[in-house]
């Protein structure tokens, strides 16, 4: 076989083998590339989902229902049973001692003709019986220690007991009065809320915004006012600004950047989202209370704000709330059309919201 043939062969396989990696560098990137527009997809429709969510306030709130109670905020006292950590004494085992004894002797007839005989076996039994007495003694002397130390450690673990057991008293009544302080405290808040005092009304309204758990990081905080005369609650809503809100529409795959970026909203779609979550804003919080109480608030007035500037201020009375269904949304464009006013692109004059 000529050399020529041989390089022939190896150009020839070499060719080829160049041609599947570059087959397979293909395909990878292809298949990278449309991992990323699924990925860029995912995001946007999580994204929207978010979206969409923001226009389902009012009906997630509704499928809460009434969450406040004045008896909810109460706590129960139930007192602990005492249990003590210390450990009870143990009265220790005695190690008795055992005699040590020589062999008697058997009495026998011998002994009168030995006396030495019977003088010894007596010797024998002699010296076993003081034996036997000086164990028993001895024996003695160290069950009264074991059983003396047995009962003062008895008389110390009492005395530690007692006062573990003052402690807990201690404990459990102090426990009993901040309970039925903290009680006492929510009966004087629902007293003076029904009075129409504005520091509980707002505590209500504080906890209320708190129990529904609105979960929107686009909220910065809120000021509450109320007017016990008017029983007017007045709250101003401090959002972000409408760019951190709205301003991405969706995600987008570059290839040649080979980055998912965002892709900016637009002006007309950012505007017309902002006008809706309003809305729903508005009316979410007017719900809450209401559906709380219809009582002390006659009248909710909330205002949004963004970036210093007034978005939207709108005036609810409990009557007109009282007039439409939440669950299902009817009437309630037409009725926030009639009682919403928003600013328009945030400069200019007061607007009607919609039109009827």
Known sequence: MSRRFVSGVIREYKKIENQHRRENDRLQKERYHASQHEHAELNTMNLIDTYNNYNNLVE??????????????????????????????KKEQVEFEEPKLNRVPSETVLEKFFPKLKVKRLRIEKYNDESIHNVDLRNKEKEDKVF?????????YKEKLEVERSKFKKKE???????????????????????????????????????????LT??????????????????????????????????????????????????????????????????????IVFANDGEVINEISIDFYSENVCLSSTSIDF??????????????????TNHMRVFKQYSKSVVKFMSK
Not at 244 to 254: A, E, M
Not at 327 to 332: K, N, R, S
Request: net charge positive; charged share 30%.
């Open 60 to 89: 997630t709130l509704y499928s809460k229902g009434n969450l406040f109670s004045f008896e909810l905020y109460k706590k129960s006292y139930k007192q602990e049973k005492f249990v003590s950590k210390l450990p009870k004494p």
């Open 319 to 336: 009557l007109n709330y009282q007039n439409y269904e939440i669950c299902t949304m009817h009437g309630v464009n037409s009725y926030v």
């Open 173 to 215: 009544l102090q426990r009993s009065n901040e309970v039925n302080q903290h009680n006492l405290d929510i009966e004087n808040w629902k007293i003076r809320f029904h009075r129409g005092e504005k520091t509980s009304v707002i505590r209500f309204v504080e906890e209320i915004i708190e129990l529904y758990r609105f979960g």
């Open 148 to 156: 003396d130390k047995y009962n003062h450690d008895i008389e110390v």
């Open 218 to 287: 686009f909220i910065l905080e809120y000021n509450k006012d109320f007017n016990k005369v008017k029983k007017k609650f007045n709250i101003s809503v401090y959002l972000k600004s409408r760019n951190d809100i709205f301003s991405v529409g969706g995600y987008k795959y570059y290839k040649t950047k080979r980055e998912i970026l965002p892709v900016r909203m637009k002006i007309t779609e950012m505007n017309e989202r902002l006008k809706k979550l309003l809305i729903q804003l508005s009316v979410s919080f007017s719900y």
